[in-house]
């Protein structure tokens, strides 16, 4: 089956430092989509994207974030300046359409990062 | 006042039992309801969605939504041990512009389901 693969699946950072999470979403997918959860919180929409660019964006997503698709295959997200409270587990999700929200809207296994 | 209220738990039952869990929510708009399936150091998965009011089965699990008491349910029969995991609901709108906002999630419920 088909899976959203994410990169690495801990990171650990200095407070200030940049950091990029990586995903590779399923491959004909043409949506993707990041989402954090803090520990113990709920899981939250940060950001869609398609086409080469932003879709939609939480108010979480800041100017201290970006996301880009540099290829065929990755989709990442920066973080340029890490606060202590950035850290949380970060999920890559993908679907074919647009919030394909019945069966197609796949996540990833996330990233924990941790800002030291 | 927050958008979903999930009961984080834990909720322990013995196996065989009929689980409930449910979620309540404020924002009116939210027309997507959907369950997820959490287990641990993974990502969510999908069980459930239902569009709008109603109950929909599939196996041991049915979800329902009353969209008049801003209220949805997902709930398991002849549990499981392999159904332990945190169950979180999920909704979304969808706006004049034809697209849906990001999920808006509950906060998870950690289910045991004992042996």
């Known amino acids: 089956e088909p899976e959203v693969t994410q990169t690495p699946s801990h990171q650990v950072t200095q407070m200030g430092q940049e950091v990029i999470l990586r995903c590779v979403p399923i491959s004909n997918h043409l949506y993707f989509y990041w989402y954090r959860q803090i520990l113990g919180q709920k899981v939250e929409f940060l950001v869609s994207?398609?086409?080469?660019?932003?879709?939609?964006k939480s108010e979480i997503f800041d100017d201290q974030f970006s996301v880009e698709r540099p290829d065929g295959s990755n989709f990442t997200l920066k973080i340029r300046s890490t606060k202590l409270e950035d850290s949380a587990m970060y999920f890559c999700?993908?679907?074919?359409?647009?919030?394909?929200?019945?069966?197609?809207?796949?996540f990833g296994s996330g990233t924990r990062l941790t800002v030291v | 006042q927050k958008e979903v209220e999930q009961d984080p738990g834990p909720l322990s039952v013995p196996e065989g039992a009929i689980v409930s869990l449910n979620c309540t929510y404020s924002n009116s708009a939210f027309q997507y309801f959907m369950w997820y399936r959490q287990y641990s150091r993974k990502g969510p998965e999908l069980l459930m969605y239902?569009?709008?009011?109603g109950n929909k089965e599939d196996g041991r699990f049915t979800a329902q939504v009353d969209k008049s008491s801003k209220y949805i349910s997902l709930f398991i029969r002849d549990s499981q041990p392999s159904d332990s995991a945190t169950y979180l609901c999920?909704?979304?709108?969808?706006?004049?512009?034809?697209?849906?906002?990001?999920?808006?999630f509950g906060k998870g419920t950690h289910l045991i389901i004992q042996p």
């Open positions: 999700a993908s679907s074919y359409r647009k919030n394909q929200l019945n069966y197609g809207y796949t």
């Open positions: 239902t569009y709008s009011s």
């Open positions: 999920a909704m979304a709108a969808m706006y004049s512009g034809g697209g849906a906002d990001g999920l808006t």
């Open positions: 994207f398609y086409n080469n660019e932003i879709s939609e």
